[in-house]
């Protein structure tokens, strides 16, 4: 079987041959940002809007964008080349490496440019049909959630620590506001309406949040963006969690006691049955 290979600094080549300098940045200081795309049938999921949001990312951090949206949609092509498997693209830029460990940026330093394919794992039917438990914990991350930083570890602890309560997932609680997952974010029903909290620095502009938005306002579903306490969150009848690599997962055991009647609810049905036909339609090429 042949190595896959990888995207670096302006070259295709297998992975066991990617290497990149212990001065890097990305290495030494966590100072990049990523994203993550899914591919369906060859087709990747909302590459524009990724794109941009990578773009609002590397401004964020201020750092140059390496490149535009063209060159990047010739990267994507060249890793996907021969690939049938549903895939998720990870995009990775770093500040590169200067040639001492500072932590004032370098002067003339080029960025550090990584990408990859890997196959999604088969979703697990048993947790989308019965739903996945969390628990809540301090959002101890920084004030710019906003940005999709590489810079990863509080979101790493909490998720761990999370796994290690028997949990999927953690939901974020800062200042008594439920932000996000820790690799996710948020949506409440309550009453029929759809609620999830507003974008702001404290979490990440997801790119499934905005589809179910979208799904939502197009199905004539009620839905909305309003700060969601965490009383609004003990007492929502139903909890989900979107992500591009999880889309749409109900939760149904919140802090150990059960989420309405501890199962998946009607509007989260409907939702993932939105869901899929979208992303059936995109296997055929249409736009999403
Ligand atoms: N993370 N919030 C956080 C903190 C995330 O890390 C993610 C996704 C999301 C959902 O964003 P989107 O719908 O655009 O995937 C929200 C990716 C999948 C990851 O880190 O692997």
Not at 117 to 137: C, D, F, M, R
Not at 226 to 255: F, H, K, Q
Not at 261 to 281: F, H, N, S, V
Request: hydrophobic share 40%.
């Amino acid at each position: 079987m042949h190595e896959p290979l990888v995207y670096l600094n302006g070259d295709f080549l297998p992975l066991s041959q990617a290497r990149i300098s212990v001065l890097d940045r990305g290495f030494l200081f966590g100072d990049g940002v990523y994203e993550v795309i899914p591919v369906y049938g060859g087709h990747p999921f909302r590459l524009r809007q990724h794109l941009d949001r990578l773009g609002d990312s590397l401004r964020g951090i201020r750092l140059e964008p390496p490149f535009g949206h063209d060159e990047w949609e010739r990267i994507a092509a060249g890793l996907l080349d021969g690939r049938e498997a549903d895939q998720s693209l990870y995009l990775q830029i770093t500040r590169g490496a200067a040639g001492n460990r500072d932590h004032a940026f370098p002067v003339a330093v080029t960025p550090t440019v990584f990408a990859m394919a890997s196959p999604i794992p088969s979703p697990n039917t048993e947790k989308l049909q019965k739903g996945i438990a969390v628990v809540t914990l301090d959002d101890v991350r920084w004030q710019l959630c906003h940005i999709k930083s590489i810079t990863l570890l509080a979101n790493v602890l909490l998720r761990q620590q999370a796994t290690d309560e028997g949990c999927d997932e953690a939901i974020l609680i800062r200042d008594g506001q439920a932000t996000e997952g820790t690799v996710s974010n948020l949506f409440i029903v309550k009453d029929g309406l759809i609620l999830t909290p507003p974008k702001s620095h404290h979490l990440l502009p997801g790119i499934t949040r905005d589809l179910v938005l979208e799904l939502a306002a197009s199905a004539n579903l009620p839905c909305a963006e309003a700060l969601i306490g965490l009383p609004d969150l003990e007492s929502a009848d139903e909890i989900w969690l979107t992500s591009s690599t999880r889309e749409v997962m109900a939760v149904t055991t919140l802090n150990g006691r059960a989420v309405s009647d501890g199962t998946p609810g009607p509007l989260w049905r409907r939702m993932i049955q939105l869901y899929q036909a979208c992303k059936e339609r995109l296997r055929t090429g249409a736009d999403y």
